[in-house]
């Protein structure tokens, strides 16, 4: 009997636990998948306390990693930030869902440059929000070079060999071999492309290390005289080790986007877009900015910087003139990119 009584309140708990399972209010959760190191942790906490809605968070290294996650529905994400090209690609596969800005008011704070670049590579603005911007340029230790750096050709010369950190993304090591060689960083070219591919092949022997995020550590501490790196890093790394100095080289280089995307198979899309509504809250896309320390284009976070020196700073907030030799990436079919990673894993590779 005690037997028969234990079963039958075995199971009352379990069609209770499971049909409370079954009651849970749709949207409850929000599925969100980043860059690494992308957004102060005190956001997603304040976000759920204001609204309820956890924030299930995860993290990715270069939108090569990204894209077949999404394109597979490998694991479902309702928002996702993607770069320039990328999303162009996402949105030429009829990947993105278009965004209902009635749910985004705090678009008024991202100033309008920013939306009429994203215009390149997403017209109209249907599809992305813009979230942080930089450039690519090359961040050097004054005490370990002989120079003052201006030019790609540095991270080729044979007298830094062992001393050079190489961007680990095949886009960026393209479009600066292709920059330095005179040519558009978006070439569809192969003759080109073979050209930049053997110029990165003579630089593997020089490198120390192909690194994406690994950058900032290694050159603050010293570990290497000259590295590849995005705009935000440097200004961490400026901070951190005042010895180490930021240039867009005068060939050209990358301005890039990270935007917010939706999924088109997103299940909590109205949730995605309040929370990226909360994101361009000023209050918190300065928290993000401090955090992380890329280029905000949320115009009334700037005005909110309180660092002088950070909030005019050259390299968060580069000049019309570096920004005329910057072109962004442009996605470029499914052929030529799948060229473009072919001949970047022969280089990974040190094959001829």
């Known amino acids: 009997m005690k037997k028969l009584l234990l079963i039958l309140s075995l199971m009352i708990v379990s069609i209770g636990i499971f049909t409370g399972c079954g009651n849970k209010e749709e949207g409850e959760k929000l599925y969100v998948y980043n860059w690494g190191e992308y957004m102060d942790p005190e956001v997603r ?192 790394t400026k901070r951190e080790n005042p010895d180490l100095e930021y240039v867009v080289p005068k060939e050209g280089s990358n301005q890039w986007i990270d935007s917010w995307v939706i999924p088109k198979n997103a299940k909590n899309k109205e949730n995605a877009e309040a929370f990226i509504n909360f994101l361009n809250k000023p209050e918190i896309a300065l928290m993000n900015f401090e955090y992380i320390t890329y280029s905000t284009p949320n115009t009334a976070a700037r005005d909110m910087i309180e660092d002088e020196d950070i909030k005019n700073s050259s390299v968060a907030f580069p000049d019309q003139e570096t920004l005329d030799r910057c072109t962004p990436f442009q996605f470029l079919g499914e052929e030529i990119e799948n060229l473009y990673i072919d001949k970047w894993n022969d280089v990974k590779s040190n094959i001829e």
């Open 45 to 236: 906490d304040l976000f759920e306390e204001e609204t309820g809605i956890e924030v299930v968070y995860d993290e990715f290294e270069q939108n090569e990693e990204m894209f077949p996650r999404i394109k597979t529905n490998a694991v479902q994400f309702d928002l996702v930030c993607p770069s320039d090209y990328m999303i162009q690609k996402m949105i030429s596969e009829d990947l993105l869902a278009e965004i209902n800005y009635d749910n985004v008011p705090n678009i008024e704070y991202i100033a309008q440059t920013m939306l009429e670049s994203s215009e390149a590579f997403d017209p109209g603005n249907k599809y992305s929000v813009p979230y942080m911007w930089g450039t690519l340029g090359i961040l050097y230790n004054k005490t370990m070079v002989d120079e003052t750096i201006d030019s790609w050709s540095a991270i080729f010369d044979e007298k830094y060999s062992g001393e050079i950190l190489m961007i680990d993304s095949v886009r960026d090591a393209f479009g600066i071999a292709l920059e330095y060689l005179g040519y558009d960083l978006n070439s569809t070219n192969e003759a080109e492309l073979d050209e930049a591919k053997a110029l990165l092949q003579a630089q593997y022997p020089l490198v120390q290390a192909y690194v994406v995020d690994q950058v900032r550590d290694k050159m603050i501490g010293g570990e290497a005289a000259i590295g590849v790196i995005y705009s935000g890093e440097a200004i961490y």
